[in-house]
């Protein structure tokens, strides 16, 4: 019912910035949350930053002060902003969404993107 599509993952430099896009599609009724995620080889998915259905905005203590997302709610848009880039930045990063949805009746699940690599390295 509903399709994420990630942009923007590059190779930056340490310091650099990137900045991510993800564009939600489908039958959408309403974007409960929506944010990002990373995965590394051998890791687990850990949370990057995300919009909560309370309209506040939860940081991995790693990425706080370097890291803003913002949501385009009109566009279906979610945008991770990434500067003072790491080399521990370096991962997949998997756009994240909560949605309800409108498909013969109102349903609400979780969607992932397919990611987008981020590499950070001089």
Known sequence: QVQLAES?????????????????????????????????????????????????????????????LTTDSAKNMAYLQMNSLKPEDTAVYYCHADVTYIDGGIGRDVYWGRGTQVTVSS
Not at 24 to 36: D, E, L, P, Q, R
Not at 49 to 59: F, G
Request: aromatic residues 8%.
């Open 8 to 68: 923007g993952g590059a190779l930056a430099q340490p310091g650099g910035s990137l900045r991510l896009s993800c564009t939600a599609s489908g039958k959408i009724y309403k974007i409960n949350a929506m944010g990002w995620y990373r995965q590394t080889p051998g890791n687990q998915r850990e949370l990057v930053a995300t919009t909560t259905t309370d309209s506040s905005t939860n940081y991995a203590d790693s990425v706080k002060g370097r890291f803003t």
